[in-house]
């Protein structure tokens, strides 16, 4: 079946620092895929989505391409902020309509 | 527009007691769908509603069930509570009027059961 894997957390970096968060997947048709980011005590927010393949998605300063070739949807940031702790998780949806996730990643921003 | 919401947002219960949770969606969105979310597993698909019908179902015991209202509300229900059952339980809903793929998700229900 369809599987999401993320690259094992947790991740610490200082703020300003460059961030990258590995997603691949395996599926069988071409699914949109997704970043959300879950704060803590919270559900979970929609961070960005790319439907297909070459789309890039962004939002907040973060961006993720989906790379059909590579199976990948990488999620990257120029310069993180404190702000940005918390645990990031992508996913991927087709034909039956369920999302897929991945295991996730915690970050923490160190000021 | 209103967001996800889920009630309640804690309970505490003792194994084997049932439960009940309630979702309402975003004001025109007519697909719920609810997660199960724990350190262990991760977030796993329990099952999607529209139009009162549930139209797909994750791996879960019979012990899950789920609703959904005429006004696109959606209940969830665990019966004979097991420890495993603590766990974050997440509610999405979705633009089921479109192609649009992307679900928004409530603050979640935290259960614990004792």
């Known amino acids: 079946g369809d599987s999401v894997t993320q690259m094992e957390g947790p991740v610490t970096l200082s703020e300003e620092a460059f961030l990258t968060i590995n997603c691949t997947y395996t599926a069988t048709g071409y699914p949109s895929l997704f970043w959300y980011v879950q704060y803590p005590g919270e559900g979970l927010q929609l961070l960005l989505k790319a439907t297909k393949a070459d789309d890039k998605g962004s939002n907040k300063g973060f961006e993720a391409t989906y790379r059909k070739e590579t199976t990948s949807f990488h999620l990257e940031k120029g310069s993180v902020q404190v702000s940005d702790s918390a645990v990031y998780f992508c996913?991927?949806?087709?034909?039956?309509?369920?999302?897929?996730f991945g295991q996730g990643t915690r970050l923490t921003i160190n000021p | 527009k209103a967001g996800v919401t889920q009630t309640p947002r804690y309970l505490i219960k003792t194994r084997g007691q049932q439960v009940t949770l309630s979702c309402s969606p975003i004001?025109?969105?007519?697909?719920v769908s609810w997660y199960q979310q724990t350190p262990g597993q991760g977030l796993q698909f329990l099952f999607e509603?529209?139009?009162?019908?549930?139209?797909n179902k994750g791996n879960f015991p019979g012990r899950f069930s789920g609703r959904q209202f005429s006004n696109s509300r959606s209940e969830m229900n665990v019966s004979t509570l097991e420890l495993g059952d603590s766990a974050l339980y997440l509610c999405?809903?979705?633009?089921?009027?479109?192609?649009?793929?992307?679900?928004?998700f409530g603050p979640g229900t935290r259960l614990l059961v004792l």
């Open positions: 996913a991927l949806i087709q034909g039956a309509q369920k999302l897929v």
């Open positions: 509603y529209f139009s009162e019908t549930q139209r």
């Open positions: 004001s025109g969105h007519r697909s």
């Open positions: 999405a809903s979705r633009d089921s009027g479109t192609s649009e793929e992307t679900q928004y």
